[in-house]
């Protein structure tokens, strides 16, 4: 029997792609001290490997598809088949990125100011490339941890460091200076497994429910009744992805009505149904929103 060889991100990104995959039909359970976790799929083997290496291991078929960042994609430099963006937030879609943090009190205002200068980074190649083009010279090291602190206690004298909010950045009294790049997790798989057909079909069935239900993470679906007199005036309240499903009901004056909606306008939405002349609503869970 074919196997497909997954590999999931140790780390920040571990426990949000064990849920997403529990979202999209795959159980995986692990104990923590192992790093091969058990799938309820006889189709796939799973290995938990660091988002910093995953691109690597994809590339040179140790694994046929994973999860991790572009940035370690650029890092590595691999050549992998990026087969689908992902964003794991249920809340927002911002997108992670790499800046150039100075002191709040330093003079350095600019990437230029950078010339001659130390900085301290996870992200080595990636940033030695990237001052490299604009023609300014840096001195760059790899950071084992505790990165800010390192800028924070002035034993250089800028970081390139991830973010979302910069908040944390704000409250160590750092300031950003440049944006580097934005990136978010992809899902990737190795070129030779892309073009076999099996693996193609199950990275493909992967694919699409992975970001089903990543399209149902945060909206519920919405069931209600309404009067022919009253249709009009419920239909212009109701969000849907494309246009809400209407029904006609053993009675021809009254219709039932289903759509999708964002969870953070329901409380508002349902009284003003009400009120319109919605009867019989009835809210419910998704788990995947598929096409």
Not at 263 to 268: A, E, K, N, S
Request: net charge negative; with cysteine.
């Amino acid at each position: 029997m074919s196997v497909l060889k997954l590999g999931i991100p140790k780390g920040s990104l571990e426990n949000s792609t064990i849920d997403l995959f529990k979202r999209a039909g795959w159980r995986i359970t692990y104990d923590s001290r192992s790093y091969f976790p058990d799938i309820d799929d006889p189709e796939i083997n799973c290995t938990l490997v660091r988002a910093q290496e995953m691109s690597r291991y994809v590339e040179d078929g140790h694994l046929d598809l994973g999860l991790t960042g572009i940035d370690w994609i650029m890092e590595n430099h691999s050549d992998v088949l990026a087969v689908q963006d992902l964003v794991y937030s249920k809340v927002s879609t911002r997108q992670a990125r790499w800046v150039l943090v100075v002191r709040d009190d330093s003079p350095i205002r600019s990437i230029e100011d950078m010339e001659g200068k130390h900085i301290s980074t996870e992200l080595v190649a990636f940033t030695k490339r990237y001052f490299s083009e604009k023609k300014i010279k840096v001195n760059v090291e790899f950071s084992w941890g505790a990165t800010e602190a390192k800028v924070v206690d002035g034993l250089v004298d800028a970081v390139v460091e991830v973010t979302e909010t910069g908040s944390t950045i704000r409250a160590n009294k750092l300031r950003i200076v440049h944006e580097l790049m934005r990136t978010n997790t992809q899902l990737i798989a190795n070129h030779k497994a892309f073009a076999d057909p099996w693996k193609r079909k199950k990275i493909e069935q992967i694919r699409t429910l992975l970001v089903g239900s990543l399209l149902a993470m945060g909206k519920v679906g919405l069931k209600l009744n309404v009067s022919r007199a009253d249709l009009e005036r419920v239909m212009a309240l109701l969000p849907s992805l494309k246009a809400p499903t209407i029904s006609t009901l053993h009675s021809e004056d009254w219709f039932a009505i289903e759509s999708v909606i964002d969870t953070g306008v329901v409380r508002d939405l349902i009284p003003q149904l009400l009120e319109a002349g919605a009867q019989g609503i009835i809210e419910y869970p998704l788990n995947k929103v598929i096409g």
